[in-house]
Nanobody, 123 residues
């Protein structure tokens, strides 16, 4: 059974930072593409950052230079470091596991999902 459990969300002021974590069990993060998605009220879920099985990263234009995706193979955990947060970053953030092409093209659907962690950025 594959499980993804996010943590690290919360309330932060604009300009602040948060680090999201996603503990994965049942699959190895090194054998899959990893992604962080977000969904704000009234919006579609979007890929924020992804990393392929070979370590190639891909970011949404809106977060480039501010967010960094990484993974710790020993802990089988993926992370999203979010700096210079803006109110428009407010959303529920989900981690996901799946294929490289989904991460590279930002299309398709990942195979496994966490339940999400809310991030609220106040102005």
């Amino acid at each position: 059974q594959v499980q993804l459990v996010e943590s690290g969300g919360g309330l932060v002021q604009a300009g602040g930072s948060l680090r999201l974590s996603c503990q994965v069990s049942g699959r190895m993060v090194t054998d899959n593409a990893c992604g962080w998605y977000r969904q704000a009220p009234g919006n579609q879920r979007e890929l924020v950052a992804g990393i392929t099985s070979l370590g190639r990263t891909n970011y949404a234009d809106s977060v480039k230079g501010r967010f960094t995706i990484s993974r710790d193979n020993a802990k089988n955990t993926m992370y999203l470091q979010m700096n210079s947060l803006k109110p428009e970053d407010t959303a529920v953030y989900y981690c996901a596991l799946g294929g490289d092409m989904v991460v590279q093209t930002r299309a398709g659907v990942m195979d496994y999902w966490g339940k999400g962690t809310p991030v609220t950025v106040s102005s």
